[in-house]
């Protein structure tokens, strides 16, 4: 099917740098698009160039209505589109505007990303699971500052767990802040992003921004809090189950963690993977996992990250298929002669157990 579109003014905005959307446009909806004098040309499916027509009238209708695309956000919601065929341009631009993010414009990068949102915004309780790079503490940082400028908590709390990636870093100077701030030094990072330095300094003087190791969080009930867990894979089972608990009344909390970098000491299990094998199942909280294609950062990241994956299960095959060769060659290893004598003196063991039973009944 071909279909002729005509050109709106400044449509040449929507084809991004080096034409890279309308590559997009064309990969994700397996359609072509032809630029032509007078107007564009789609070629495909009858479906597929449907959605396409819907993407130029969405934007044209946007731009009529003043919206502006920055810093990739445009690219960012045709990633989206192109992956789920239940959403449009217009929709993800509505419920971009919604939401206030400080200064900064904050829109999912991929389906899981936007699950991940609206799990944020319809439950108390979400826990996001993934690799590196795909946004979850970002994300989860961005949804609290928006609740908080929308006056639909009164602080946030920022938690993570004091543990070192792999090594010993000993006794660290200062104050008491001045030992956990490393620790926590990603948060600071999303705060500063989203808001202004002056208005972060005066959130976290007044406490309306509190950031604390984990191991404060005992004792406490949390009311009119947005609750952050960051890196929760290095929680152990006691920690998790702790947290889960402070969270009072008009209250959320965002449990975010990557289950393939546990740095917990003596090889405890991750309280984050119990917690979700405990409460996977409970009414009103939600889990929300991301992978590889989630991820944000350089694109070699997501190379690296399933590279590491893809040798993860080849050592796994490997160790199993050792394991069945070993089982193997020890069964064959054993003499017939001596599995013989073996059997006898089972049989000539079970007869005298038998009768000693008998001797004791009568």
């Known amino acids: 099917m071909k279909k002729s579109i005509g050109i709106s003014p400044n449509i040449e905005t929507l ?45 044209e209708s946007l731009q009529r209505a003043g919206q502006s695309f920055n810093n990739g956000d445009l690219n960012s919601m045709l990633r989206v589109l192109v992956a789920d065929a239940n959403t449009t341009l217009r929709g993800l631009a509505e419920a971009g505007r919604q939401r206030s993010f400080g ?6 990068k991929s389906v899981n990303q936007r699950r991940y949102i609206e799990a944020i915004e319809k439950h108390d309780m ?9 946004g979850k503490t970002y994300l989860a940082v961005a949804m609290a500052i928006s609740a908080l400028l929308a006056k639909r908590v009164n602080r946030i709390i920022l938690a993570r767990p004091a543990v070192e990636a792999g090594e010993r870093l000993g006794f660290l100077p200062g104050t008491l802040q ?13 705060l500063y992003d989203m808001l202004d330095p002056e208005k972060v300094d005066r959130y976290l003087e007044k406490n309306v921004i509190e950031i604390a190791p984990i191991a404060f969080m005992r004792g406490r009930t949390l009311n009119d809090s947005f609750v952050i867990l960051d890196e929760a894979q290095n929680t152990t089972s006691e920690q998790m189950k702790m947290f889960v608990t402070r969270l009072g009344f008009n209250s959320k909390a965002v449990i975010t963690g990557d289950i393939t970098q546990i740095d917990l000491p003596n090889a405890r299990r991750s309280g984050l993977l ?9 009414e009103g909280l939600a889990f929300v996992q991301f992978d590889e294609t989630d991820v944000v950062r350089h694109h070699l990241v997501q190379r690296i990250i399933r590279a590491y994956d893809e040798h993860k299960a080849r050592a796994s095959e490997q160790q199993t298929l050792l394991l069945s060769e070993g ?3 020890d069964a064959k290893s054993i003499d017939p002669a001596v599995s013989a004598n073996a059997k006898a003196a089972a049989t000539a063991v079970g007869s005298g157990d038998q009768t000693v039973s008998g001797d004791a009944r009568g």
């Open 15 to 59: 084809f991004g740098t080096r034409d890279e959307n309308l590559r997009l446009l064309e990969d994700g909806l397996n359609i072509k698009i032809n630029l032509r004098s007078n107007g564009i040309e789609l070629e495909g499916a009858a479906r597929d160039v449907s959605r396409a027509e819907q993407v130029f009238a969405d934007y």
């Open 178 to 190: 001045d030992k956990i701030d490393p620790y926590l030094r990603p948060l600071y990072d999303a």
């Open 103 to 108: 200064r900064r414009s904050v829109q999912p």
């Open 327 to 329: 089982k193997t060659s």
């Open 126 to 134: 979400v826990f996001g699971i993934g690799p590196a790079g795909t």
């Open 274 to 282: 119990e917690a979700a094998d405990v409460l996977g199942k409970v």
